[in-house]
T-cell receptor, first 115, second 114 residues
Framework: SAVISQKPSRDICQRGTSLTIQCQVD?????MFWYRQQPGQSLTLIAT?????????ESGFVIDKFPISRPNLTFSTLTVSNLSPEDSSIYLC????????????FGPGTRLTVL | GENVEQHPSTLSVQEGDSAVIKCTYS??????FPWYKQELGKRPQLIID?????GEKKDQRIAVTLNKTAKHFSLHITETQPEDSAVYFC?????????????FGAGTRLAVHP
């Protein structure tokens, strides 16, 4: 299984600022995924990042608010822009195994608190 | 779009008892069904999965069954132990733009009491 790391593990940000979260995989993977998990809730897919093309966003999530980069097959970033307290959540990245996208392994998550 | 329903939302059992969590899905094209365990403050961990060409899969004390006709699948944990206490999420695959993504159920909080 892929080993996935995320930075930062947690952050406290002021309203109106942005936070960029980094996700690193120890092997090349086709797809990387970004999820949001609000306290006590399930995992909600924000977008899918495919290297060399624009990310695909789920309903309710837009590129201006959640820009994503995928510069190579082992790395991706998610930026949460123009922060508001409602953005306080855990953000998780995941990756498939090689070219398989359904068997997903998760990073440790980034806990974001917006004041 | 694809929807996954999970029941129960909470489950409390005595150590040594069995626990069963059930999920139903809506997309008949779904062909992959993983289960994740998430302990407090930790990442979701893949514990078992099943593909649509298989009806049952076991791994020590955990098993998953799939009924494609009825569109439901279940997680069975036997001889539960306190360390099984966690939130369990089921998921079903959904095809999107040539690749599979996962749709998650709402989760089941399992408490195993010594």
């Amino acid at each position: 299984s892929a080993v996935i790391s995320q930075k930062p593990s947690r952050d406290i940000c002021q309203r109106g600022t942005s936070l960029t979260i980094q996700c690193q995989v120890d092997s090349q993977v086709t797809m990387m995924f970004w999820y949001r998990q609000q306290p006590g809730q399930s995992l909600t897919l924000i977008a899918t990042a495919n290297q060399g093309s624009e990310a695909t966003y789920e309903s309710g999530f837009v590129i201006d608010k959640f820009p994503i980069s995928r510069p190579n097959l082992t790395f991706s970033t998610l930026t949460v822009s123009n922060l508001s307290p409602e953005d306080s959540s855990i953000y998780l990245c995941s990756a498939g195994s090689g070219s398989r996208t359904d068997t997903q392994y998760f990073g440790p998550g980034t806990r974001l608190t917006v004041l | 779009g694809e929807n996954v329903e999970q029941h129960p939302s909470t489950l409390s059992v005595q150590e040594g008892d069995s626990a069963v969590i059930k999920c139903t899905y809506s997309d008949s094209a779904s062909n992959y069904f993983p289960w994740y365990k998430q302990e407090l403050g930790k990442r979701p961990q893949l514990i078992i999965d099943i593909r649509s060409n298989v009806g049952e899969k076991k791994d020590q004390r955990i098993a998953v069954t799939l009924n494609k006709t009825a569109k439901h699948f279940s997680l069975h944990i036997t001889e539960t132990q306190p360390e099984d206490s966690a939130v369990y999420f089921c998921a079903a695959s959904a095809v999107s733009g040539g690749y599979n993504k996962l749709i998650f159920g709402a989760g089941t909080r399992l408490a195993v009491h010594p």
